[in-house]
Every structure is written in structure tokens, then in C-alpha cells.
């Protein structure tokens, strides 16, 4: 098992897969940085700092000057990430100021998961060779890159990120509060206390709550989607449905009780589906000429290291 | 439609990656799995706990209430201070289980950036709400069925008014 694993991800994959998630993944982490909440925080006393982690290293809040040079910084290279120019120095940079910044609104008594999967599946990337493909350093060196075993890691280990993430979640649900969390009422009272803490009712929490049946159905399958969620790694053609299944959840919680988590959705979505497949596809549906060049990363689990015939998807 | 799969055992088998980036990705993912499954808090690597935890009918919440110099109560709302201010109910919620200098210190900060937007606020009273969350009125809930007063504090004092909580 552990070999299979192992060949799994360490396999062949192609650059323009990994230049997809640097592209998608780089665009989300600048966007993020670009929230007035960082500065809003560097005003805080440090009586109200509740560092975590790395945070702990402060005794307050950075000042507002460092936090505006750090975003500043961070969403400038993040910008330059995601075309690709010098991707291998500036991503590291932008990943950086997204830790401190992000580092800051989970020191305030409360951890904060919204962009901590983003953050996590960057991490490859950081020591991967991102520029190679699709960027404007490949560009300038006029450099083409073909499939190699340098490009499937990083896209894999990403990928084993998101179904982690969500399993865990699953996972610690269970753990927690056992079934107990779908066949009792709880969702319903999660639900009625965030329409009750809003300013104004949410109908889309209460359409839920105010029906058992409902409630029980949208905790059962919550809970089925998250448990369930490392089926992507043996069936490729769950992939695109979960992870369109995952944005819908996020989607949802976002309607119901007003909580962000597109950081989440959107890391989801742009690491497990094969966004250079979709391209191709696109453009032979059209009629063009075929896509960059072959795929790589469709493979299964379970094909791991094979000389599978065919991907699929 | 079938998509094309690069020739893997032929590339795999003229190259390896480093042994240095496969360590690197086998502490990462062991770090990960492990925070995962032990439920270790050491952000970003996190134990997963989202809404993890089962809600009741019957549940406890706290509100904090401003005193003004006359003795009039009002709701301290942590949304009229400043930014830096509006994760105040995350505090709030942990308030009594924090030590009496915490306690003093956290409370001081409140009412401190209160009276610099000008609010006339003397002290702030902490309270513990039960309430049942299926009664409703409307689209909203019934208000709660006890509100017990467990400190007051400000200006560098705490004074604990009930026991438990």
C-alpha cells in the first residue's frame, strides 16, 4: 500500500496541470489579501490578542504600517505568482504574507479554517518547478516543458490536501458527537441560532430548520459528501462532482448563515479538476486544434505507476 | 471521450524525484494527517472542528451590557467600536473561564474604546443567557428564559456577581 502510494504520487504529471493550480490558486491567496481585515485588526490592543501558532512569537497585533507593507508585498506577488513572473521567488512571498495576515484573524479567540486549505495546498507549490509552463517565465526563457515526474507531486499532494480536509472534517464530526450529529435536531438549531444572530432572519436557514426532514437530510448529506470524499482518489470521474458537490456546500453555508468560505470552494474546485483536460476539451468540441499536450494527472489511485491505457473522467 | 495519458512508466523510470522534495512531502502530509486525525490545533495545520461539536434545544450564550455613569443598561454592542474590536464576542464567550486579570484587562480595553466614540459607558455587565432554541416568535427567537448576571467590570476592577456559569 505504502509503495502504491508513494508511486501515486511521485508519478509523471504534466506542467500545464501544475501551472493551472499556481494560476487558480495563486489569483485566490492575492484576492484574499486584498480584505480591509488585516488593517482593521493592527489596530487592536494587545489585551484582545489571542495568539495561535506562529503568533505566538507577538505580543500584540503587528502595527498598522508592517500589516499594510506585508499586504502590500503579498498581493503584488501574488499577482506576479499568477502570470507565472519570477513564480518561484514571488510565490514564496505571497505565501508568507498570507500566513502573517491570515495568522492575525485566527488570534482573535476563535481559530479560523477559511483559508487555511488554500494555504495548505500552496505549500507544494512552494518548492515546485511552478514557472515552467503557462507563465511569463517560460515566456521570456522560451522554454516548452514536457511531462515529468518534476510536475505530478505538487498537483497530488494538493489534491491529497482537499480530500484530507474534508474527510477530516467528516471525520471529526463523528468523532465528536457520533451520528448523533446528522439523526439528531442539531441542525436545526445550528441553523436557527445563525438566522437568530443575524440582523435581519435568514429564510434560507429557516426553510431548513423549520423542516425536520430537511434538516436531517442536509446533515446526512454533509456528512456522507465530507467522509466520503477520498473516493475522488480511486474514481477519477467523482472528481469534478465533488468538487462542484464541495462548492455547493460552501455555497450553501454562505446563503444559510452568512460565513465565507469561498477561499474553500474555490481551492476545491481548482485543485481536483483537471483544468488543462477541460481546455482541450473545449477547444476539440469547438473544432481547434487540439489541446497543449497530453495529460497526465487523470490517473487514479489505483493506477498508480501502471502504464494505464486511457485516462478517464 | 478518452483524453491521452503521457507514457508514465517511461518517464518515471528515466527520472526520480529527489529524495530531499519526497521526505518533504511525506512530513508534510504526516503532519497533516496526524493534526487531522488527533485533532491538533497548530494552524494551519488544523484538527478539522468545524461545527464539530452537537447543538442543543437548551443553550447558553453570553451578552454584554454597558453601564453609563447614571445606571442606565444598554447593549454593549461591539459592532459601535472600532474595527479592531468586532471579534469581541469571541472573547465574550471565554470571558469566565479567563483569569481575573484578564478578565480586568480585556474588560478595561472595551470600555475604554467605548468612551473614545464617545459612548457613555461606566462599567459593562457580563451576562449568562439560557435559552431554549426551538421556541420562536415569528422568524426569530423567543427571548431567553433566564439572563443571570455574572460580572461586572471596568475601570481596572472585576467583581464576580455569581457563582458557576
Redesign the interface.
Known sequence: MGSRV??W??????PERLAALRIGLCAVLTWRLTR??FV??????A??F?P???MNLLSS?PDRGIVIVIQIAGIAAGALATVGLFARATLPVAWVAG?LL??MV?S????M?ND?ML??CL??LL?APIGDAWSLDARRKGRTAS????YG?PVR?AM??VV??Y???G???L???GP??AT???M???L??S??SQAS?NPFA?FVADRAWLAHIVAAGTLLIELSFPLVLWKTKLRVPYALGAAGLHGGIWLAMRLDYFAMAATAVIVLIDWP?VL??GR?ARGGRPGPR???N??PFSRA????????? | ?????????A??GE???PAR??A??WL??AA??LC??A?I?????????????????R?ISWRAMGVSGSGAEARFSFGDL???????A??L??FASMPASEQT??C??WTH?ARGRGLDVAAIRVYRLERV??D?VG???APEEAATLMFTCGDGSIRAEASGG
Open positions: 508513494e508511486r504520487i511521485f508519478a509523471a504529471g504534466a480591509g481585515v482593521d485588526l493592527a489596530g487592536q490592543p489585551e484582545l489571542r495561535r501558532s506562529f497585533q500566513m491570515n495568522g485566527t482573535n479567540g476563535k481559530i479554517h487555511v494555504l495548505l505549500v507544494p518548492i511531462a515529468s515526474v518534476r507531486w499532494t491529497l490536501v484530507g480536509a474527510f477530516f472534517t471525520f471529526a464530526k468523532v465528536t458527537s448523533a450529529w439528531s435536531s442539531n436545526r438549531w445550528v436557527y441560532l438566522s437568530d432572519p429557516l483536460a482541450s476539451r476539440n497530453p495529460l497526465s487523470f490517473e505507476g501502471s502504464e494505464s491505457p486511457a485516462g478517464d473522467g | 471521450m478518452r483524453i491521452a495519458v503521457v507514457p508514465e512508466a518517464s518515471a527520472e526520480r524525484v522534495i519526497r518533504f512531502v508534510f502530509l497533516f494527517a487531522g486525525f485533532k490545533e497548530a494552524w494551519p495545520l488544523t484538527g478539522w472542528r468545524l461545527f464539530s461539536e452537537l447543538r442543543h434545544e443553550t472600532p474595527a479592531g474590536y468586532h471579534w469581541g469571541n472573547l464567550s471565554a484587562a480585556v478595561d480595553a474604546a432554541v426551538s420562536r422568524s426569530r427567537g
